[in-house]
């Protein structure tokens, strides 16, 4: 439970986060790393994270109906972590090995793929408890961990930029075309993956890690965005 928000230190406040976000944004890209060392195909394509400003957070705090003194318990999002994929079944490997974890507690999962938002909306969010090691000792956050394919995250940002632009009133039609627009994307994720399993079959080799171009090593060594 939080203090009242007169004379609120945001900046100690949102150091754990920092902190959780950065150093777990470091072990998924160890966890790509043990994948490359392997040469078995990897489901991490990008990783990258952020931490809500003290606005955002009290905007949706306010949105939820959450009293001040709860936000740090009841705002699930304030660290976030977004792994982008290239297939689907890439997205449920993903998750398993965060679940497997032993240094996360998984909260609740959200399966926005299996069951898509009205907007149209497809990722999987795991909502997770991790203790931040600091100078005082642990200190509890509760950490989202995105994860989509690139066909989702596509979409997602098209999404969030209009309803910025728009301050959340999308007009009718667009919703409509961006409806449209998620079961286009959704038909092709499911057609990759059908090729890929395909491929797969034919060739074993497939299961090798995939070079990688000057430009996907190039966005790798900016992992630390924000969105």
């Known amino acids: 439970m939080l203090v009242n928000t007169y004379n609120f230190d945001w900046k ?7 902190l959780a976000v950065e150093g777990f944004i ?11 060392i392997r040469g078995i195909h990897c489901p991490i394509e990008i990783v990258s994270g952020r ?22 318990e009841k705002v699930y999002d304030i660290g976030g972590i ?8 890439d997205i449920y490997e993903m998750a398993e090995l965060l679940k497997a974890r032993k240094d996360i507690i998984l909260l609740e999962e959200r399966d926005y793929i299996k069951n898509p938002k009205p907007s149209g909306y497809r990722s999987l969010h795991l909502i997770c408890r991790y203790n931040v090691e600091t100078i005082y000792g642990q ?9 989509r394919t690139h ?17 959340k009133n999308i007009p009718d039609d667009i919703k409509k075309r961006l409806l449209a627009a998620s079961k286009a994307a959704e038909a092709l994720d499911n057609e990759m993956s059908s090729i890929h399993e395909a491929v797969k079959k034919i060739d074993p080799e497939d299961f090798i890690i995939e070079n990688r171009d000057s430009y996907e090593e190039e966005i790798s060594l900016n992992r630390l965005k924000k969105w």
């Open 12 to 18: 100690k406040f949102l150091q754990p986060y920092e």
């Open 26 to 36: 470091l072990k998924i890209e160890g966890i790509r790393k043990q994948y490359e």
């Open 51 to 72: 931490v809500k400003t003290p606005d955002s957070i009290l905007d949706k705090a306010k949105r939820l109906g959450v009293e001040f003194e709860y936000i740090d």
């Open 82 to 89: 977004r792994i982008t994929c290239k297939y689907i079944e």
């Open 139 to 147: 200190s509890p956050v509760i950490l989202e961990f995105q994860i």
């Open 151 to 167: 066909a989702m995250h596509f979409w997602a940002s098209i999404e969030h930029s209009l309803k910025y632009k728009y301050q």
